[in-house]
């Protein structure tokens, strides 16, 4: 395995009543100003908010709420919860939402300690923040990103263009109550879960030594992930398969599968620069794009998708060369994906606009354009592919 340092601040607080259970303790450690940071309101409908509040009273913390964070959030809400989190004195930002809600506020609390804009510092200047962030904590509501375990997050500049990724604040503990996931649309449960099984395919899809622990733990993490996601396809309610999902989705981006390798992302890459241009559903982009991507990589990567086609969909070898083996692996990958019922067109996305405006040659040639371009993976992509892989999704 290549040389590696693993850490990971969060606490995990899992399971049904974990907030209840476990929340007011672990405010208990920080100061009394606590910035309540939301999204556009689902936990003011499922009881979520009312009971984040009564635990915040009961452990004598002044509230103020940050909320209106929106899905693919954005540096000027970043810069508006910074300018909060500074005017109020947060010792302490809770986030209670999804992937976005956490995102953004792991920046406001980088941002709101530094002197310097933290887009410029890191993507221009290419340097990290020195000072530490204001303590933060994450209530996910709705799981799929593994946010809520890493300092990264993903932010998206409108003016700029750019969907991201920036160093951040890691969350001091995670609360993961499965129930709080009941009330998300169906929709943006496999969405989210879709998330999942692709982190853990862009890590195995990174350039690895050959026998690597990380890959194995990788494997039984799509298995259980595609296990979940089948079980509520039958049944939306299943608290087994939510529990399940929503630790797959931790452990897929707590850094335990990159530990002694390489990664790829180049899915995650495309599906940012799809998001800057048209605002799509993060887990929704990314299933339209893995087919056309993995058919045309895997070409240069047989062994690994071979491997991929055994150990996580149960193709058969019998019979079959490594290349049939693999095909057949981006195959079951594409049936699955529409046995979800999730989108397999580029116009079938939600998006901000018309998808006839906004999915233009021209449109699809600056996201192409602009999308990074990995070279750890398997087998890399350039630019031109990724228009032609677009091309093939419209
Ligand atoms: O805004 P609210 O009202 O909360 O509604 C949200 C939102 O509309 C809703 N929702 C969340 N919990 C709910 C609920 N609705 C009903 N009941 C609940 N309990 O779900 C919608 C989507 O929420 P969002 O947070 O946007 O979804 P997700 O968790 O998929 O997060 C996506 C964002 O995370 C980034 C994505 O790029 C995207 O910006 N990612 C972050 C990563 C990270 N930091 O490690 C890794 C990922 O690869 C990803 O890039
Ligand atoms: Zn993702």
């Known amino acids: 395995m290549e040389n590696f340092v693993y850490e990971c601040p969060a606490k995990v607080l899992f399971g049904r009543g974990a907030a209840k259970?476990?929340?007011g303790k672990a405010l208990s450690a920080y100061g009394p100003n606590v910035m309540l940071a939301y999204g556009?309101?689902?936990?003011?409908g499922n009881g979520v908010y009312d009971e984040m509040m009564e635990i915040l009273r009961a452990a004598d913390k002044a509230v103020t709420e940050f909320r209106g964070i929106t899905p693919n959030p954005t540096y000027a809400k970043v810069q508006e919860g910074a300018a909060l989190a500074r005017?109020?004195?947060i010792d302490f930002i809770l986030a209670v939402g999804g992937g976005s809600v956490i995102d953004c506020c792991k920046v406001v609390a980088a941002q709101a300690v530094l002197e310097e804009d933290i887009w410029d510092m890191e993507l221009v200047r290419h340097r990290l923040p020195s000072v530490p962030p204001i303590p933060m904590?994450?209530?996910v509501t709705a799981s799929g990103t593994g946010a809520e375990m890493n300092g990264g997050a993903v932010i998206t500049h409108e003016e700029k263009k750019i969907k991201t990724g920036i160093f951040a604040a890691a969350p001091r503990f995670a609360v993961l109550d499965p129930e709080y996931t009941l009330s998300v649309p169906f929709s943006q449960v496999i969405s989210g879960a879709f998330d999942t099984l692709s982190h853990a395919m862009e890590t195995y899809f990174g350039r690895a030594d050959r026998d690597n622990v990380s890959d194995?733990?990788?494997?039984?993490v799509m298995r259980n992930t595609i296990r979940g996601m089948r079980a509520l396809l039958q049944n939306p309610d299943d608290y087994t398969a939510?529990?399940?999902?929503m630790w797959d989705s931790a452990m897929a981006e707590n850094g335990i599968l990159k530990c002694g390798r390489a990664t790829d992302f180049q899915a995650h890459q495309i599906e940012h620069q799809l998001g800057a241009y048209t605002d799509c559903g993060h887990g929704q982009g990314l299933a339209v794009i893995h087919p056309p991507l993995y058919r045309r990589v895997c070409e240069k990567a047989l062994e690994k998708f071979a491997r991929l086609a055994v150990n996580v969909w149960g193709v058969s070898g019998e019979g079959k060369t490594e290349r049939e083996l693999a095909l057949a692996g981006v195959e079951a990958l594409a049936d699955f994906i529409a046995k979800c019922g999730l989108p397999l067109r580029l116009r079938d996305l939600r998006m901000k606009g018309e998808p006839e405006k906004l999915l233009t040659d021209s449109v699809l040639r600056e996201i192409s354009d602009s999308c990074n371009l990995i070279q750890t993976g398997q087998a890399g992509v350039s630019h031109d592919e990724i228009f032609e892989i677009?091309?093939?999704c419209l």
């Open 21 to 23: 259970e476990h929340l």
């Open 40 to 44: 556009g309101g689902s936990i003011r």
């Open 87 to 89: 005017e109020k004195r």
């Open 137 to 139: 904590g994450a209530v």
């Open 216 to 220: 194995d733990i990788a494997e039984a």
């Open 242 to 245: 939510r529990s399940n999902l």
């Open 390 to 392: 677009l091309k093939e």
